[in-house]
Structures are given as C-alpha cells and as structure tokens.
C-alpha cells in the first residue's frame, strides 16, 4: 500500500509469547491518503468510528473510522485491526488517525461513537481539541434497559433533534412528566455531548446516530470473512472503484449546481415549508415566517435562521425555503460549498491508485540466501506471511532438483505485500 501511496500508512505491530520463538501478529492500522485528504478539503468534518467483532476463525475486532461527501455517501478513511476492543486499542487507532490527518491533538476535528469501551475516554485523553459526540441509538439503547418500563421514544428522538435549545428543553419537560428518574438520568449524561442543537456550526452535519459506520459494514459484509491480508486487499480496491465511479457519476450530474441528496433534501424542505406565512419585502434581508404561534427570523445574507437548522446543516431549512422562494432568489445560491458539484467532484476527481490483487504481487530477487513464501495461521489465529530463508545447509530428506541445478539459476524470490 506504500508503494502505491507513499503517503499511505501502514504499522503492523507484533508480540512475542515465549523467549526465542518468533513474534505473533498483534494489531494493525491502515490509512488511506486519498480518502483522508478528500474528508479534509471537501467533506463534511463529522468522523464516525466503531468497532466491529469479526465472526470468523480469525477472531479479532475490526476499528473504523468514516466520513459523509457532499452527496451524504459514507467514504471510509482508517482501519484497525486488533484483538480486543478497549481503551488501549481506542487510543493507538485514534493517535494513529490523528497522526494521518495531521491535525493538531484533534483541532476542528469533531468524532462521534458509541461511548463504549473506552472510546470516549481515549478521544478525551489524546485528542483533547476534538469535539466528541455520543451516538444517540447507543444512549436510546441504555436508557431502555436502565428503566424498561418507561415509554419516552417520542420525546427522547424529539430532543434528540432539536436544532434549537427551546425545542430541546420543551422535549426533555415531556420526558420528565412521564418519568422524574428517567430525566434525572438523562441530564447526567451531558446532553451537550448528544442534542443536535449542540453541534458544532462548522461540522455542517445533522447526524445523530453511527448509522455511517453500519451501512459500511453491509458494504464490505462479504470481505469480513477473509484473512486479514486479503481483506485488507479487497477493501482498499473497492475503495479505488469508489473513487472511480463516483467521479464518473459526478461528470454526469452537469445539470445541477447541488449533489442529488441534497436536491432531495431542498425539495422536502420546500414543500414543508408552504404552510408558513411570510413577512417579507424584496430589498429586505431579513424576513419572519409564522404559523400556529410560532416564529422564526431568517437572514439571507448571513445565511441563518432562528431555528439553527440551517446553520447546521449548510441546506436551506423549511423556513428558509419559503422566503428565499417569496425573494425570488434560486436556492441553490443558499447552500453551503461542500454540498455542491464543483466541490463533490473535485473529492474524487484526484482518484486513487488501484492495489493489484494479490495473484499480481511481484517477486523480488533476493541474493545470496534461498527464500520460499508461505501463509501461516499463528497460535492466536492471526494469519501472517511466513518467510523462511535458508542458511544453505542440506535439509533431513531427498533433495529437491532445485539443488542439481546452478547457484545463479536457482530461484531466489519473496513476495512484496506493501
């Protein structure tokens, strides 16, 4: 991988079990430039990270971390491969992802994960100017089996999602209504870190929940399986079609200035917003949209509205929607540059080169010693390249016809795998 990208980067780590016996696969992580750089410059700054069991003969857990593009599809940036998931795993993944991104302990870096296994301790401890946010399924999930018997789904999703601290306070008084405990053991979880009022302005992202890191699980199902190095090899090809693909969909889409999630999104918006009633002149900035005593101010120029939506997510809310169409403005000129086709095409227009798969790896010559190759699965069932190199002695057994044969013809290979 590092010769396809010198920028790529790859650490394996090994452990040795007993004295004078060769050392084990440990962990892995591997970064991937092309994807990294694509988050940094034209995707939305929200990271996504969970960790995965692999059900397979291996038995290990898989650590990701993925991104949202202009057009809401998940592109993944980092791998780890470990054999446990916990705070010591979480902190050399993330160290090692903070070191790829080249970032300064995590400045303008916002994470979002599941709380567990000392995830949000790690991003505490070692990227300290990151902003972390805590998945809202997971803290669903606990709350359910800490009071079983209480029905908050309603009002729990509607704080959830409120994009204003009225809307959030409004919400949590309902929950506390039905339940007292129920609320008290919300506010102790620090709402701050999973309200969406709360987000950061600058991430431009309205998520809630991992449901990024999940729907890249489906996508890469069928590699899970495999040995880590063909896995490994498998992914990163998939992701260099991805590159390949989405540039050539984006060369098609030239009759549209905003990515087709994000015309979706406009034109839900659109018809949400008809039944608001506008206050508005046409040399006036700021407008007032009404309805059912509710009120909300939107200026054009600043691009905000008092219901914090748009500012959220870089898309022109409902309310927004109604009076830029009473201004008679195109909505298009309202969304936020990472959502746009210029920005979406650039993302992948560097592309990203292909890894040749593992039946086209070349072999390298090797002089002075014999050199075979082979797979090997190690006592804690990781598989790794075995390479056995001979001292030139005669082996117990009848010899080869490799050995009748001249010095300098015989073969002297070992496989590259970077």
């Known amino acids: 991988m590092e010769i396809v990208n010198s920028r790529n980067i790859v650490i394996i780590e090994t452990k040795s079990q007993q004295q004078f016996t060769a050392d084990i696969f440990d962990r892995m992580f591997v970064f991937l430039y092309d994807t990294a750089y694509a988050f940094k410059t034209r995707c939305r700054m929200l990271v996504t990270v969970d960790g995965w069991e692999i059900d397979s003969p291996y038995k290990s857990v898989m650590l990701v971390a993925v991104c949202r593009d202009g057009n809401d599809s998940v592109l993944p940036i980092a791998f780890c491969e470990v054999v446990e998931e916990n705070l010591d795993s979480w902190a050399f993944f993330l160290k090692n992802l903070n070191y790829g991104l080249r970032l300064e302990r995590g400045e303008g870096l916002c994470i979002m994960g599941d709380g567990d296994n000392g995830i949000d301790e790690a991003v505490e401890e070692f990227l300290p100017s990151a902003v972390y946010r805590q998945c809202c ?28 601290g009225n809307c959030f306070k409004n919400q949590m008084a309902v929950i506390q209504t039905i339940s ?51 896995r490994y090899t498998t992914i990163t090809r998939k992701v260099a079609e991805i590159f390949q693909r989405r540039y050539l969909l984006g060369c098609e889409w030239v009759y549209d200035k905003i990515t087709p999630a994000v015309r979706q999104q406009i034109i839900q918006n659109t018809f949400e917003g008809e039944g608001w009633t506008v206050d508005v002149t046409s040399r006036n900035a700021i407008a007032v949209v009404t309805r059912d005593g509710l009120a909300y101010e939107i200026n054009r120029e600043l691009m905000t509205c008092t219901c914090k939506l748009w500012q959220l997510s870089g898309i022109p809310c409902p309310h927004a929607c109604r009076c830029i169409d009473t201004w008679g403005d195109k909505l298009d000129t309202y969304v936020h540059r990472l959502m746009t086709m210029d920005e979406y095409r650039l993302a ?54 490799e050995q009748h044969k001249p010095v300098n013809e015989r073969n002297r290979y070992c496989s590259s795998m970077t």
């Open 348 to 401: 992948y227009g560097p592309g990203m080169n292909m890894l040749p798969q593992a039946m086209q790896w070349k072999w390298q010559l090797h002089d002075n010693t014999q050199i075979s190759f082979a797979f090997s699965v190690c006592t804690n069932h990781y598989p790794v390249a075995v390479i056995i190199i001979s001292d030139g002695l005669p082996h117990p057994g009848r010899p080869d016809q």
């Open 180 to 230: 007292v405990e129920c609320y008290n053991w919300l506010k102790d979880t620090d709402c701050q870190k999973w309200a969406l009022y709360s987000m950061p302005e600058w991430v431009k992202s309205t998520e809630i929940t991992i449901s990024a890191t999940e729907q890249l699980r489906i996508w890469l199902l069928k590699q899970l399986d495999l040995n880590v190095a063909h």
């Open 137 to 164: 399924f997971s803290l669903y999930t606990k709350m359910v089996h800490e009071f079983p018997g209480v029905t908050v789904h309603s009002p729990f999703w509607g704080a959830c999602r409120s994009t204003n």
